[in-house]
């Protein structure tokens, strides 16, 4: 099968990629840095140069002509202080990419959203995925998968012959992500290690956070993609609580108040004290717990991770800023984004290059 795949480069698509020329398909990755020719790892890709967050629909509808499937997965996480920008290429890029795939004739479409798209949990319940998509309010970052889902249901309206899906992932880890994790969510001049130091985890007991590991992810995709299922699916391991959460960090849980906690996040991202705006407070409380059932039953699919090995590899990889040979997944160090702070500002508010 000939497979495009959007944000090949990156946590998701690094491991989608591995996956999928492991099973003998054909992939192209449509990046807007791709990695360097011969770069080991990711040999037999062919690579499209194409911004989402731009007009790039003539190069987007070359690269999908002739595709078995198109797999969506770019999505923006920073700059948090410019909205406009991370809405323009999460909800504006879907929108481009599935004018893309009706032009081209592409048969399947997957698009990745996220666990961030439910409603607000009514309980530690495991929700499957007839609960309301209607996001939770106080973060950006769900109101956008909110809008891409209604782009992705307006698509599948409009295009009957077309199977879609939507994968709904919990947070996604690996090794290898951990330089990427990094530079989205700590502090440029705070060193990595400084995670395996916290005596304290200031976090209330309703934080309860789904987890998958990228591989895990990368084998559901793969079986979706193969056996062409259609509809959306919950794709994760256990949910770990905030016990669960401390141990694996080696600290000692403190119960703080989520009021406390969100006013703490919202004051230092004010103050660009800290890339992450409090709307991921909002999330860590609000989340709905997953019932993969669907993809177990229909798929086949059994996560080789539970939720503790698979955050305990994220946590590794930060700590050893793992990485991997291309743009986004690059080693982190603190010289280097002290540079490009004094360059291009802060990563909360500066547009990746």
Request: with cysteine.
């Amino acid at each position: 099968m000939r497979v495009v795949v959007t944000g090949a480069s990156g946590n998701v698509g690094s491991a989608l990629v591995r996956a999928l020329r492991a099973s003998d398909h054909d992939v192209v990755g449509v990046v807007r840095r791709p990695p360097p020719s011969g770069t080991p790892g990711w040999a037999g890709v062919a690579w499209v140069v194409a911004d989402l967050s731009t007009d790039c629909h003539a190069r987007l509808v070359d690269a999908f002509r002739g595709a078995d499937a198109v797999v969506h997965l770019v999505w923006g996480f920073q700059p948090t202080h410019d909205v406009t920008y991370l809405h323009e290429v999460g909800v504006g890029g879907t929108r481009r990419v599935l004018a893309a795939a009706a032009d081209a004739g592409v048969p399947h479409v997957v698009h990745q959203s996220s666990l961030g798209a439910y409603a607000p949990r009514r309980d530690l319940q495991a929700v499957d995925e007839s609960w309301p998509t209607t996001g939770i309010a106080g973060s950006p970052y769900s109101r956008h998968k909110v809008e891409g889902e209604r782009l992705v249901e307006e698509f599948a309206r409009r295009h009957p012959d077309v199977v879609v899906t939507v994968t709904r992932p919990g947070i996604v880890a690996q090794h290898s992500a951990g330089s990427g994790q990094l530079r989205y969510f700590l502090p440029t001049v705070v060193p990595p290690a400084v995670l395996r130091w916290l005596p304290l985890l200031p976090l209330d007991e309703d934080v309860v956070i789904p987890v998958v590991h990228a591989d895990d992810l990368a084998a559901a995709i793969t079986a979706i993609v193969e056996k062409r299922a259609g509809g959306p699916f919950n794709l994760a391991a256990e949910a770990l609580g905030a016990d669960a959460i401390a141990e694996v960090l080696g600290a000692r849980r403190v119960p703080v108040p989520p009021a406390l906690l969100r006013s703490a996040a919202a004051v230092s991202w004010h103050l660009h004290l800290q890339p992450v705006d409090a709307g991921w407070v909002d999330m860590a409380h609000q989340v709905p717990v997953l019932d993969s059932s669907r993809a177990h039953v229909e798929l086949g699919w059994r996560p080789a991770y539970d939720g503790t090995a698979a955050l305990a590899e994220a946590v590794a990889g930060m700590v050893a800023t793992g990485h991997d040979q291309t743009a986004v997944l690059r080693r982190r160090t603190i010289a280097d984004g002290l540079v490009r702070a004094v360059r291009e500002g802060p990563v909360a508010r500066r547009r990746l290059p």
